[in-house]
């Protein structure tokens, strides 16, 4: 049984439907009510920055379908300021989703699949687990904490859990389009502009969809990735492979 956290839009919307190919039972938790309905997903309305909501929500899921298979620790939230401009509530709500969230989730989770024997949790960290674009101190620390987190896991409960984080450059959410109105506005053709403009900083000269990263958590999660865990694993379109200094042409 797969459980997606922040599993109503954007990635984690593509990641719960993506394991329906799977013939996977798929629970899905989040704050927000779904924008489009899959009837085929089940889901519970769930803050997974609280210990109360995160362990009954879960006692829920194991009563419904039994123990956690996957757990997908999706959900994430951002917000743009320097460390000299961060409130403490910026600073405590990123990292209280991002992080705690996560911790929370797996935390809930871990005893059921060490006593099966197998288990794989994945987080969604970023290329900013890496690497700092400007003004989003508190975003870039949670992404960091997620590697170690990932780490943590993967050391601590092999062999029975693999634990391996999926890092996405930009891709095309609700949360990007929110994060290019708040440079060009609400029109539309200004923020595909902005995508495009995203786009010319990966090799592959465009910006992903959610589908794509979907893909490689369906992979990671599956027996075929066996040998893989305590690891980073890139979507990026190649981002971080370019170092952005100019060279003579030849």
Known sequence: MILVTGGTKG????????????????????????????????????????????????????????????????????NYAPVASTSVKMWDDIMNINVKGAFLLSREVIPDMVKKGNGVIINIASVQSFASSKNAAAYVTSKHALIGLTKSIAVDYAPQIRSVSVCPATIRTPLADWAASLEVGDDREK????????????????????????????????????????????????????????????
Not at 24 to 40: A, G, L, Q
Not at 51 to 78: F, H, P, Q
């Open 11 to 78: 990635i984690g919307f593509a990641i719960a439907e993506r394991f329906l190919v799977e013939r996977s039972k798929v629970y899905s938790i989040s704050r927000h009510k779904p924008e489009r309905i899959n009837d085929e997903i089940t889901y519970f309305e769930c803050d997974v920055s609280s210990e109360k909501d995160a362990k009954e929500t879960v006692e829920k899921i194991r009563e419904s379908a039994g123990s956690v298979d996957i757990l997908i620790n999706n959900a994430g939230v951002e």
């Open 191 to 250: 923020i595909e502009a902005k995508y495009q403009e995203w786009g010319n900083s990966h090799v592959l000269g465009r910006t992903g969809f959610p589908n794509e990263v979907a893909n490689a958590v369906a992979f990671l999660a599956s027996d075929e990735a066996s040998f893989i865990t305590g690891s980073s694993f890139l979507v990026d379109g190649g981002m971080l492979s370019r170092i952005p200094i100019s060279t003579p042409e030849v």
